[in-house]
């Protein structure tokens, strides 16, 4: 399966810790979204890549949220000190180049913050 | 402020009827329209897409109808089956991110 991979699928933790998740892009897809999504709602955008470059933020990304993407390849989400209020599904999509609004998502990995 | 907005929130259909999911927006940079579906503990899955170039786009038992003047558009499920149901979002682009609508969850009823 070449599809979008994210790693961990379930994630519960204490509220004040800090938490990581990986995202596997399509190979060769060169731009990588995070997208978050709450019960009953459709997902919200919180930034992108262009290669290893984070291009956009949110305003919904907080300043305890980093995202990153060394190699232009993989990337990595970080909550610190997570509060419950970041319970949510966390989605990863990735496109390629001039169809970049064609974006495939991933499994996603579901926060629960206690 | 809500840029797509999206309705029905829950629709039943019998199988083999037409489902029809209506999504309307706001902001005349978007160029692009995806419809995804999801089921529960997964992620979206992108179903069809249109620009709006075109007023129509039919793939298999799915068909996107786009009225860019009302800046509306709607799904159409033909022939619809207990395994469409799941939960459907549309969506809108403008350059690099979609916006999307509150999701409609279909159930179709044998």
């Known amino acids: 399966d070449t599809g979008v991979s994210q790693d961990p699928r379930h994630k519960i933790t204490k509220r004040g810790q800090n938490v990581t998740f990986r995202c596997d892009p399509i190979?060769?897809?060169?731009?990588l979204y995070w997208y978050r999504q709450t019960l009953g709602q459709g997902p919200e955008f919180l930034t992108y890549?262009?290669?290893?470059?984070?291009?956009?933020k949110s305003r919904l990304l907080s300043d305890r949220f980093s995202a990153e993407r060394p190699k232009g390849s993989f990337s990595t989400l970080e909550i610190q000190r997570t509060e419950q209020g970041d319970s949510a599904m966390y989605l990863c999509?990735?496109?390629?180049?001039?169809?970049?609004?064609?974006?495939?998502f991933g499994p996603g990995t579901r926060l629960l913050v206690l | 402020q809500q840029q797509v907005k999206q309705s029905p929130q829950s629709l039943i259909v019998q199988k083999g009827g037409i489902s029809i999911i209506n999504c309307a927006y706001e902001?005349?940079?978007?160029?692009?329209f995806p419809w995804y579906q999801q089921f529960p503990g997964k992620g979206p899955a992108l179903l069809i897409a249109?620009?709006?170039?075109?007023s129509e786009k039919k793939e298999g038992r799915f068909t996107i109808s786009f009225n860019k003047s009302a800046k509306q558009f709607s799904l159409h499920i033909m022939d619809s089956q207990p395994g469409d149901s799941a939960t459907y979002f549309c969506?809108?682009?403008?350059?690099?991110?979609?916006?999307f609508g509150k999701g409609t969850k279909l159930s179709v009823i044998p």
């Open positions: 999509a990735s496109s390629l180049g001039q169809a970049a609004l064609t974006q495939y």
């Open positions: 190979s060769e897809h060169n731009r």
């Open positions: 890549f262009q290669n290893e470059a984070q291009l956009e």
């Open positions: 902001n005349t940079a978007f160029d692009y």
């Open positions: 249109i620009r709006p170039d075109v």
């Open positions: 969506a809108a682009g403008g350059s690099y991110q979609l916006t």
